[in-house]
């Protein structure tokens, strides 16, 4: 594998880290604002009943949630577990295997 290919793959790697992290604090804005509807409904009698924030309930937010902090466990934690080094030496494996695989046919 020569060094622009490996350039290329970080850079991948690097674009779509990036994008995971943007669309998680997009989603994390978007939840506050959700939470904020919800406190104002149910704890100071806001009258927010139109049609989709009349929805946002205590299921709707426990839902949200988890699907929130299941967002954050995939991109931080396997960001800790399987981080740079550990794609870097899996994109060097696969592409060394696909190399190998290459100079068999040829």
């Not at 939470?35 to 309930?57: D, R």
């Not at 949200?64 to 030496?89: A, H, I, P, S």
Request: hydrophobic share 40%.
């Amino acid at each position: 594998m020569n060094n622009q290919d490996n350039q290329k793959a970080l850079e991948q790697l690097a674009r779509e880290r990036i994008n995971r992290t943007k669309k998680f604090y997009n989603h994390l804005l978007v939840y506050a604002i959700g939470v904020a509807i919800y406190v104002s409904k149910t704890y100071f009698g806001a009258p927010l009943n139109f049609l989709p924030i009349k929805y946002i309930n205590e299921f709707v937010m426990w839902f949200w949630t988890f699907c929130l902090v299941v967002q954050g466990v995939r991109l931080f934690f396997t960001e800790k577990v399987f981080g740079y080094n550990w794609e870097q030496k899996r994109v060097n494996k696969i592409m060394e295997k696909e190399k190998s695989a290459n100079q068999k046919w040829e």
